[in-house]
């Protein structure tokens, strides 16, 4: 147990979410139990974890969760382990929340991303057709996350764009979306900076310099492609261009705009998510259900999956030379190494800054006001 890698839980704790304070303290050494100083609370060493409060062993809990993420049917689990239906579930729902805490925490964050494409798959639902919108970032291959909607309408792309925009920096932006109109209008007004001008009132909004996007529609004909047509819907294609080769790592003299790599990541989704099965008898019953394996899939796919197209060469003496796996979390520089399923599931989240009680602060609200620097 090393107190010094722990934080304080308790929300209503000045010193909640920080490390590094000295203010944990070991509180049972068999019971795996720390206490905070300051606000006198215990916790275990599972608490913020998807371990917590489970009655099996860690090592069994993420083999289960393991299988889970990789496709493996729930039955085929139940079958295999002697495990009840609903307790697989739950699993998989703690799972889902907890790496969907994980991402918002480290994925989202302001990034170089360069090309993103998106992109949406109709799901079998079973009241319906339900849509399950996605974005990646084209260089580093990592998943920016999604969006579940009972429509394919603007408020499921707007929700979207906001993910790709809380994970995007202030720099040259290219994307690359299907025929659906919609994505214009909603990057062009979720990516753009107001125009201060001195004047009272609302300013004036403007795009975001060399943002380009491209719509690449498809022609189709009894279920298969027979022509594709390139629009450029914001910027030139000058800039676009440019953007393809820094991003794709490409020599070619032409370059064409697709959405080949959101393809990708969709078969794999749709490789670990039975509901996403093309021709499958399989359908999807809650759309939260759907939510938790979505985020449990692209988490493992950014932190835990090596990818071969992002793999490093190390030479070696005697000409000789090793590769070194890297997954998109690595390439993106959110971590330096593969992680593995239970470390992701062990990851402890931060919570919220601790927020100052309205009022006149006392003596010893001061004081800790100067303690922790607040």
């Not at 994980?102 to 990034?111: A, S």
């Not at 629009?231 to 032409?254: E, M, V």
């Not at 490789?271 to 759907?290: C, E, M």
């Not at 993106?332 to 190494?337: A, K, L, Q």
Request: glycine share 6%; net charge positive; proline share 5%.
């Amino acid at each position: 147990m090393d107190p010094t890698k722990v934080f304080c839980h308790n929300p209503n704790c000045s010193a909640s979410g920080k490390l590094g304070l000295k203010n944990i303290g070991v509180h049972s050494i068999i019971q795996s139990r720390y206490i905070c100083h300051i606000c006198g609370k215990t916790f275990t060493d599972t608490k913020g974890t998807v371990f917590y409060r489970l009655k099996y062993s860690e090592q069994f809990v993420t083999l289960i969760i393991t299988l889970l993420a990789f496709g493996c049917p729930t039955i085929a689990i139940v079958k295999a382990f002697g495990l009840d239906e609903r307790t697989v579930a739950d699993w998989q729902c703690r799972a889902g929340i907890h790496c969907q805490k994980v991402h918002q925490h480290l994925v989202q964050q302001p990034h170089d991303l360069g090309q993103i494409q998106a992109d949406e798959i109709r799901v079998k639902h079973q009241g319906g057709i339900a849509w399950l919108a996605m974005a990646i970032a084209v260089s580093t291959r990592l998943w920016l996350g999604g969006v579940v909607s009972a429509c394919r309408d603007a408020s499921l792309i707007m929700s979207l764009i906001e993910q790709v925009r809380s994970c995007a920096l202030y720099r040259p932006l290219l994307f690359c979306v299907d025929g659906l109109i919609t994505y214009v209008s909603v990057i062009q007004k979720v990516f753009a900076i107001p125009i201060l001008n001195g004047k009272r009132g609302r300013p004036c909004l403007k795009a975001w310099e060399n943002l380009c996007i491209v719509r690449v529609i498809k022609q189709v004909s009894g279920k298969r492609v027979v022509g594709i047509t390139q629009r450029i819907a914001c910027g030139t294609w000058k800039q676009a261009c440019l953007l393809i080769k820094h991003t794709q790592n490409t020599s070619r003299p032409y370059v064409n705009a697709h959405t080949a790599y959101i393809e990708r990541i969709n078969g794999t989704f749709r490789s670990r998510i039975t509901a996403l099965v093309r021709r499958g008898r399989s359908l999807v019953r809650q759309l939260v259900t759907l939510r938790n394996g979505m985020y449990l899939v692209g988490t493992v796919y950014n932190f835990c999956t090596p990818h071969k197209s992002l793999r490093k060469v190390l030479y070696l003496p005697a000409n000789s030379h090793r590769w070194i796996p890297m997954t998109p979390a690595m390439a993106i520089g959110i971590t330096d190494h593969v992680w593995t399923v239970r470390e992701l599931l062990s990851y402890q989240v931060p919570l919220p800054p601790w927020k100052l009680p309205r009022g006149r602060p006392s003596k010893r609200m001061k004081e800790l006001i100067n303690r922790w620097n607040l």
